[in-house]
């Protein structure tokens, strides 16, 4: 079982790009992702339950590294990094679509399941090429300016601990511009909830 946060932190910034240096100050080397749209960012509220019903179809697995993730009430799609045997492959799962692009050449099916498809990519470039021709990129988060993607189980587990416990007991947007996820802790920078109201930076972590 997870251990509870024991620090929280929240800041607002009236600047975005305020927001954004502290963002990145505080992340560091920390795996990050950043949405490919900052002005759109990426809606969390159907986040949570597409991560629980994906695991609990071994859809996703907790120790996947997520390059690339694009979530809606009723679809998602996804690049994760994963061992095969003595490979590591690129795997894109998302809806089964009918568009001539659902069947690239340069990959393998590797999962064909009620509603979702998946095909494993042997080069980073070629799974999220794939992913952004999907979903056009809107409302996506990518990995970005790290030298490794966030694992899937740390996502998850800091995600379920912001959304569960706010910080500050405060109301914000779920529209996210950046999260860094490391495994002992987690900050989210989140759009303005209204027009005039100020970015806002969450962190949550384990004292050590």
């Known amino acids: 079982m997870a251990t509870p946060a024991t620090s929280r932190l929240l800041r607002t910034f009236e600047d975005r ?74 795997a894109y799962f998302g809806p089964r679509m009918d568009q001539p692009y659902a069947d690239p050449g340069e990959c393998e099916t590797i999962y064909d399941g009620p509603g979702v498809r998946a095909y494993a990519f042997a080069q980073r470039g070629h799974a999220v090429a794939h992913f952004l021709r999907a979903t056009q990129g809107t409302g996506a988060m990518m990995s970005l300016l790290g030298r490794r993607a966030p694992e899937l189980r740390h996502i998850k587990r800091w995600l379920q601990e912001l959304f569960t416990n706010p910080t500050g007991g405060t109301t914000r947007s779920t529209q996210l511009i950046a999260g860094w996820f490391a495994t002992a802790g987690a900050g989210c920078l989140f759009l303005p909830a209204q027009p005039g109201d100020p970015y806002c930076y969450c962190e949550v972590g384990i004292d050590t």
């Open 17 to 90: 790009a305020e927001g954004l240096a502290h963002f990145f100050t505080r992340a560091g080397e920390a795996p990050r992702l950043v949405a490919f749209d900052e002005a759109i960012g990426s809606p969390l509220d159907q986040a949570l339950a597409q991560l629980e019903w994906t695991a609990a179809a071994g859809i996703l697995l907790p120790d996947d590294l997520v390059h690339a993730a694009w979530i809606r009430p009723d679809s998602a799609a996804a690049v994760v990094e994963r061992k095969d045997g003595e490979r590591r492959i690129y």
